[in-house]
């Protein structure tokens, strides 16, 4: 799911959507308004599924998207290789997350993890 808002109004921190990739600002670089056109603003983003870094550079009054991110719950039920099976602990979906190589080792099965859900994709929190 993604809302439609102004570029002018993206703070940094926040996220937006970039190449159809949600992604997080780490920053944004506003002109003045010339003679000859509105003022323009650069932002620079990250991916948070990916990690590539991103920018685009557009009107402050054009309209872009920005994703809604949430941050779930789950139990992990099965750990196989790099990926474990994962339920959430609202709706009860089994779904399966890869696991990062910085998490490797410290997932557990029987145990609650946070992960982020974005656009139909999900990783670890």
């Known amino acids: 799911m993604k809302e439609q808002t102004e570029i002018g109004k993206i703070k940094e921190g926040r996220y937006i959507v ?3 990739e949600p992604c997080r600002v780490v920053g944004i670089a506003t002109s003045k308004p010339g003679k000859h056109g ?8 990250v991916g ?13 009054s054009a ?4 994703p809604v991110v949430e ?3 789950g139990q992990v039920l099965s750990i196989a290789g790099n990926t474990a099976q ?7 979906t089994n779904f399966e997350i890869p696991i990062p190589e910085d998490k490797k ?11 982020i859900e974005s656009m139909g994709k999900k990783k670890f929190d």
């Open 18 to 20: 970039i190449e159809e």
């Open 105 to 115: 080792g410290t997932i557990e099965v029987g145990k609650e993890y946070m992960y």
């Open 48 to 60: 948070i599924f990916d990690g590539v870094k991103r920018s685009i550079v557009q009107p402050v």
């Open 63 to 66: 309209k872009t998207y920005i």
């Open 86 to 92: 994962l339920m959430d602990m609202k709706d009860f």
């Open 38 to 45: 509105a003022a323009k603003a650069r932002i620079d983003a």
């Open 71 to 73: 941050r779930k719950s």
